[in-house]
């Protein structure tokens, strides 16, 4: 694991504890998740089992049923995947950071994906500042972390694209899971939303806007975002340079909704794009991805009013 992924938010140290916690949020996924990967790790140096915890807040800010419903979609993939590497899931209702803090009770230590939302960054300061242990934030949402990329506000593609260049072959490399050591038994801390079907109905009792429900067009989970992207570099890659802004043409690849809820890691896009012979395509993709996607991390990262007009230039 690249150390620039990992940072430390609080200065409390790894203790005794039950097991270690991986505080799921940003990256809503298994495959390509840098921050499962440093869990498990942790977990095994320490010889302990591995918990994922999930707090679903049931109004979030303009959420509707399609956003609930997909993500749990993914979610439900998630836990799947969680049992058969023999983790823990426990999915609860409340506050993302009050359902972490009230897991890290009996961890030794937890690890937090990272999200760059105002929101987001309030939600892991709490936790860091009120956890009786070791809080690790490991990147996973973007290719390049933002310090790494810049250590300031950048105001166009052009500025940043020089400075992130050069370290995306290195930001890439692809991540493995190890194997847990100690499989995951205790049912105490598991969720109560722990089933499939449970979870998917537990979205229709939320107070949110049901007037837009699910798409018929797309499913979510990491499973239907790899194949959907195998599918565009069969198809549509080759003309992406040429026809991607022509809404008619259909060849995009169809990954937001997918990194939006880090069902799919950008990473590993980035990855299976840059094994492809060089072409405009190629190109015109990975600036997308990456310059493009990351310059957006970059503005709210550095620009505290980045969701009003004061930002506007």
């Keep these: ?14 203790r005794l504890g039950d097991y270690v916690l991986y505080w799921m949020q940003q990256s809503q996924r298994v495959h390509w998740n840098h921050a499962l990967a440093v869990a498990i790790e942790q977990a095994n140096e320490l010889k302990l089992p591995l918990l994922v915890g999930f707090g679903l807040t049931p109004s979030f800010p ?3 049923y399609r956003h609930y419903y997909f993500m749990m979609e993914g979610l439900v993939e998630v836990a799947a995947e969680l049992r058969k590497l023999g983790a823990g899931w426990a999915l ?8 972490c803090l009230e897991l890290a009770q009996s961890a030794a230590l937890v690890i937090s994906d990272r999200g760059y939302l105002r929101i987001q960054r309030e939600w892991r300061r709490r936790v860091a500042e009120n956890a009786p242990c070791a809080v690790w934030q490991v990147e996973s949402d973007v290719v390049v972390p933002v310090e790494v990329a810049s250590s300031k506000e950048e105001y166009a593609a052009r500025t940043l694209r020089p400075k992130i260049a ?9 991540v493995s899971l190890p194997a ?7 049912s ?8 499939p079907e449970a979870m998917v109905n537990l979205v229709s009792k939320f107070p949110i806007d049901f007037s837009v429900s699910p798409s018929p067009l797309f499913r979510g989970g990491t499973r239907e975002a790899l194949r959907r992207f195998d599918d565009f570099l069969e198809k549509r890659f080759e003309r992406y340079a040429t026809d991607r802004s022509n809404p008619g043409a259909d060849v995009t690849s169809g990954m937001s909704p997918y990194l939006h ?16 012979p060089p072409s405009p395509s190629k190109e015109a993709f990975l600036e997308e991805l990456i310059v493009r996607r990351e310059l957006s991390m970059n503005f709210v990262f550095y620009n505290p009013r980045y969701d009003s007009y004061d930002a506007i230039p």
């Excluded at 609860?92 to 359902?99: H, I, K, T």
């Excluded at 050069?166 to 692809?174: A, D, G, L, N, S």
């Excluded at 847990?180 to 038994?185: A, F």
């Excluded at 105490?188 to 089933?195: I, V």
């Design 1 to 14: 694991m690249i150390a620039e992924r990992v940072q430390p938010l609080n200065s409390q140290p790894v």
């Design 62 to 64: 303009e959420a509707n």
């Design 92 to 99: 609860r209702l409340g506050s993302p950071d009050e359902v």
């Design 166 to 174: 050069k370290y995306i072959p290195r930001f890439i490399e692809p």
């Design 180 to 186: 847990l050591h100690v499989r995951w038994t205790h």
């Design 188 to 195: 105490a801390n598991a969720g109560e939303f722990a089933d």
């Design 261 to 276: 809820f880090g069902q799919i890691s950008a990473a590993y896009l980035a990855w299976r794009v840059w094994q492809q």
